[in-house]
């Protein structure tokens, strides 16, 4: 779905999935997913008017090493403020999913 000239949203199911998640819950578009999808599950943000990011601590997280997480980190620097301010902007049912996982800022 487009929002605006450059920012695109992927529009869910009722169920809040992603359509392009497969029944063995892997991506069925990997070549072309999103940056934010990439980078998953590292958060960037623009908190305080400064880049910083977070880590959603997901079944995924103890699968990471630390450097790992400084590379998505790094990636996520190139995600543009106009996504990023979208992103934190969505509504508070997509905050709410998830805050069923701990995060920390890194
Ligand atoms: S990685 Fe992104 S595009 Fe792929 S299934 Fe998950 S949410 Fe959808």
Redesign the pocket.
Known sequence: MKLSDDIYQ?KTDSTGA?P??SKDYS????DI??KL?RI?PVIPHDKYDKRGAIVIKCPLFPMLSQTDIDTLKKQGESVSCKVIQHLWNISEETKDKYKVFDYEEI
């Open positions: 992927i992603c392009y998640l991506c069925t578009i990997q997913k999103p999808c998953w």
